[in-house]
């Protein structure tokens, strides 16, 4: 419900802006954007950034289900900045954010200087797999506006899968910028936690645990057991199949059943990249990636991945 007031909202105050070109427009949508962050930014008590398509709603869904369980409430909301703080305020105000705004609003484009003084849980993960994940995300679920807000494809372009990964401003490039300059900005952080998605995959308790205990509330082995459950593949497909959590907006929801391209929980695959490209074109893959990201992810080694 506060997503459609959220959207109500913003189409009441760029109403006024719609005479004005379109490159206006989406810089005015921006910067408003930014303003709700900077908002939400200011009253929370932890933030969990990430990439899009980094497996931030996976671990939206353990860590609701994990204060669901720790603080007996009903499990018919993902958790959501407040509304869970609001049932009991032993819960942390989390800011759920994907960094796109923010900068547009505060000025802030080349530092993390709007973050320094707040506890952050940055996800990041292998931004091949990531790159690969937004291609589907921009095909199958992305709307039309929020393609040209962010500067991708337009809706409907015939590009490639691999030269999607390969734009600019869209995939692998865009990605790396991302990530570096947070690993340029990590120092200054005095309460910082990187978490890999790899890791979260391998060891999935263990690092839930970590993210608990640095968020200040630490729970019991079956609190976490019972939220890494709750959280698995198959039960987030199951819940996703049955729009389990429709009130929280689009986010666990098909575009379309028929097709599972189209599932915000596609393949959850470590790794799983290299099946959509020849040698030729992973080669060059792993190049920009090598040549480009910065090696504190451990992503620029040559390893052998394998699958979760």
């Given amino acids: 419900m506060y997503n459609l007031w959220k959207q109500l909202y913003r189409r009441l105050v760029l109403a006024p802006a719609f005479p004005l070109p379109e490159s206006r427009r989406i810089t005015l949508e921006r910067r408003l954007r930014g303003k709700e962050e900077a908002r939400k930014l200011s009253l929370c008590d932890a933030v969990i950034v990430s990439y899009g398509k980094s497996g931030r709603t996976w671990l939206r869904v353990m860590l609701s289900r994990f204060y669901q369980a720790k603080h007996h409430l009903r499990s018919t909301q993902l958790l959501g900045f407040a509304n869970l703080h609001a049932k009991n305020p032993a819960i942390p105000r989390i800011f759920f954010t994907h960094d796109n705004y923010l900068k547009d609003y505060t000025g802030h484009a080349g530092s993390k200087q709007d973050y320094y003084e707040h506890k952050v849980v940055l996800l990041a993960r ?183």
């Fill in 126 to 308: 292998d931004p091949r797999d990531t790159a690969v994940s937004q291609f589907f995300q921009w095909k199958f679920r992305m709307r039309p506006a929020k393609k040209k807000l962010n500067q991708y494809p337009p809706h409907g372009s015939d590009i490639s899968l691999f030269d999607f990964v390969m734009h600019e401003t869209a995939g692998l490039p865009k990605i790396i910028d991302f990530l570096n300059l947070w690993a340029r900005e990590m120092p200054k952080l005095d309460r910082f936690l990187l978490v890999r998605y790899e890791d979260l995959r391998a060891d999935t308790a263990g690092e839930l645990r970590r993210i608990t205990d640095f968020l200040g509330t630490p729970g019991s082995e079956e609190e976490i057991r019972e939220a890494v459950e709750y959280a698995s593949i198959e039960n987030m497909r199951k819940l996703e199949q049955e729009k389990k959590f429709w009130l929280s907006g689009s986010r666990l929801v098909p575009k379309d059943k028929s097709n599972p391209d189209s599932y915000k929980v596609r393949r959850a695959k470590v790794g799983g990249w290299r099946d959509y490209f020849d040698d030729d074109q992973a080669r060059r893959i792993d190049e920009l990636v090598n040549e480009r990201l910065d090696p504190v992810y451990q992503y620029t080694q040559t390893r052998q991945v394998v699958n979760a």
